[in-house]
């Protein structure tokens, strides 16, 4: 049967509370009988010692004679004390016994039969003159206020555990409701979560490390969903936008030259081949990094000289780098590491492309490549425009562009470097960016050497 955690707290409380309690009651109990046990007894033994000893000095006070009245003296006080003495010589005839009428004035003397009875020997010089008889109610001869001084012991040991376990049960509720009270918090949170109300955070309220670590990744799962959600809100816009305006375009010119506003030439066949060209290159890096991120675009890994990589890449770019006058300075060594040669000329296209396309005319572009660690570091270095502050944290952002307008005057899209960080985090390193702006920028990108 499912229950609540504050339910199950107080359950487990109790239950191991009673079993305290009643484990220690157990052994209280125990323990003060045993030590009460042999109190007892040995206080009997003294008192039976006592009379035995009264009964010798009486003996030799007399000359060796018993005295009835001396002897009925002793039984009277003895009976007083639950005892009933009954006096023998060695030939076994009673010297003296109890009467029938002091029998019945001593309450605790009833059922004489059932009594337990101990002979002990009187002996003059180790020489026997008589046999005493002592009958007792019980083995230890407990008397009535050794059998109240019992009972009240238990009930006050029952009254002790009544107390303390009712005590339990409140110190229980009090701990249960204070634990369970974040957990439910929690539940509410998460539910909220759940249906889509990131805005609220949990305050951390208890002592408890754990019911805190949990706090804090609730948090934190709250604030990154939430900005998942952003991101996603705002990707679904950035798309719509970046297909609507070629669409648009398209759909503007084949209405025109329906209409018989323009005339179907060349020229204006080439530009719509050209809008359907970028519609499909968008697209198609859509899925890039879709299927990158998702990680069912696979690597396949090789060892690659990442020189000779990084070397070829330029080459490509030999003509842009001539045409703005860039001076590139290009530091390297040889490192052999297993990567997706593909994937990675990707990332240095990407960053190369991005590095001379905002970085003037005579400029300068510096191109490092090193090991640090167990990690080969890539850095690709321009004094070009630079990109402010606030727009750093998000240049890895779907479709995110510091200036939309200059982006897309230059064929930007907003996606190159989301999809440099997706191959990059795919082969286990990571990229970061520094820049200022119209100071320049750096671009930075760690792989791993045992990768």
Do not use: C
């Amino acid at each position: 049967m499912k229950r609540q955690i504050r339910t199950q707290l107080i359950i487990s409380f109790i239950f191991l509370m009673l079993l305290i309690i009643g484990l220690i009651s157990l052994m209280t109990m125990s323990l003060v009988s045993d030590h009460f046990d042999k109190y007892v007894q040995k206080k009997h033994d003294t008192t039976l010692t006592a009379y035995k000893n009264e009964l010798k000095v009486s003996y030799l006070i007399n000359n060796g004679t018993w005295k009835p009245a001396k002897v009925k003296k002793i039984g009277v006080r003895a009976l007083q004390d639950g005892l009933i003495l009954v006096l023998k010589n060695t030939d076994n005839k009673i010297i003296w016994e109890p009467s029938q009428t002091l029998l019945h004035r001593a309450t605790n003397t009833k059922n004489i039969d059932s009594m337990n009875k101990k002979n002990v020997a009187i002996k003059i010089n180790s020489k026997k003159v008589a046999l005493v008889q002592f009958s007792y109610n019980d083995a230890l001869g407990y008397t009535r206020h050794d059998v109240a001084f019992i009972n009240d012991l238990r009930i006050s040991l029952a009254g002790i555990s009544i107390f303390v376990f009712l005590v339990a049960i409140v110190i229980a509720v009090w701990i249960a409701r204070d634990l369970s009270r974040p957990l439910r918090q929690i539940v509410s949170f998460t539910q909220a979560v759940a249906s889509g109300d990131y805005r609220k955070q949990l305050p951390q309220q208890t002592q408890i490390v754990e019911v805190n670590e949990l706090v804090n990744v609730t948090n934190e799962l709250s604030r990154q969903l939430s900005k998942n959600q952003a991101l996603r809100e705002r990707l679904s816009s950035d798309i719509a936008h970046e297909l609507r305006t070629p669409l648009t375009t398209i759909q503007g010119s084949l209405e025109a030259m329906i209409d018989g506003i323009w005339p179907i030439d060349e020229a204006r066949l080439v530009s719509l081949n050209d809008e359907v060209i970028r519609l499909t290159h968008l697209i198609n890096n859509i899925e890039n990094i879709a299927s990158i991120e998702h990680r069912e675009d696979k690597l396949i890994k090789v060892d690659t000289d990442l020189s000779k990589l990084i070397q070829q890449v330029l080459n490509n770019f030999q003509s842009n780098l001539e045409e703005k006058r860039i001076t590139l300075d290009y530091q390297t060594e040889k490192i052999i590491v297993a990567i997706d040669p593909n994937k990675i000329n990707q990332v240095i296209t990407n960053l190369l492309s991005n590095a001379i396309k905002f970085t003037q005319t005579k400029g300068k572009i510096i191109i490092k490549l090193k090991r640090v660690a167990d990690n080969v570091v890539l850095t690709i270095e321009d004094n070009g425009s630079g990109i402010a502050e606030k727009d750093v944290p998000h240049v890895f952002d779907h479709f995110y562009m510091a200036d939309p307008a200059r982006n897309r005057q230059q064929g930007g899209q907003g996606i190159g470097l989301a999809i440099v960080k997706a191959i990059v985090v795919a082969h286990g390193g990571s990229v970061s960016v520094d820049s200022e702006l119209g100071v320049g920028t750096i671009f930075t990108v760690k792989l791993p050497l045992n990768n």
